[in-house]
């Protein structure tokens, strides 16, 4: 099973910075990794897919990158909406599909 | 407009069975991926399970194998996860998603929510 670590858990960030999400894959998944955003009592949304593909109607602002076993979520610039919990998750070699455990970006 | 609905999430008691379904609109249903994954109380996701575009292939998590099966109807646009033999730790919302081709994600339903306690 390949286990996904998302670090930090939670990341506080003010409103127009820029924040950097990591996760990590235990083995190698080559660049098949998707990114989600989920606000509370909301289902989640997909946001990346193969690493770097912006999904329909994602912002610009929202990039990902990495290859093998990191990978990264950047966001340039936060809005208000972006406040919710970020998942990665991979889909190169399963079963399972497997989910990072999360992070949270909260207003600092 | 891709829509998925779910429905059939309740109040169970430990070892009872419960059947979910998932009403698909807007796409092709019967070319896609479908998936059900989980979400505890407080929780982060949980993949359950994944049945291909044809229906022919199936695949769990050890949590749910051999307590779980995952369908589809074509016919009726529908997905289902038979559940059996519920567990409190089963307790979470249930989600449907459909594959964006390859198994990511691209549309959710709103969740159900299933309970098991007595």
């Known amino acids: 099973e390949i286990v996904m670590t998302q670090s930090p858990a939670t990341l506080s960030v003010s409103p127009g910075e820029g924040a950097t999400l990591s996760c990590r894959a235990s083995h190698s998944v080559s660049s098949d990794v998707a990114w989600y955003q989920q606000k509370p009592g909301q289902a989640p949304r997909l946001l990346i897919y193969?690493?770097?593909t912006r999904a329909t109607g994602i912002p610009a602002r929202f990039s990902g990158s990495g290859s093998g076993t990191e990978f990264t979520l950047t966001i340039s610039s936060l809005q208000s909406e972006d406040f919710a919990v970020y998942y990665c998750q991979q889909y190169h070699n399963w079963p399972p599909l497997t989910f990072g455990g999360g992070t949270k970006v909260e207003i600092k | 407009e891709v829509q998925l609905v779910e429905s059939g999430g309740g109040l169970v008691q430990p070892g009872g069975s419960l059947r979910l379904s998932c009403a698909a609109s807007g796409f092709t249903f019967k070319a896609y991926g479908l998936i059900w994954v989980r979400q505890a109380p407080g929780k982060g996701l949980e993949w359950l399970s994944t049945i291909s575009f044809s229906g022919s292939s199936t695949y769990y998590a050890d949590s749910v194998k051999g307590r779980f099966t995952i369908s589809k109807d074509n016919s009726k646009n529908t997905l289902f996860l038979q559940m059996s033999s519920l567990r409190v730790q089963d307790t979470a919302v249930y989600y449907c998603?459909?594959?964006?081709?390859?198994?990511?994600?691209?549309?959710w339903g709103q969740g159900t929510l299933v309970t098991v306690s007595s």
């Open positions: 998603a459909k594959s964006g081709g390859r198994y990511f994600f691209d549309s």
């Open positions: 193969g690493t770097s």
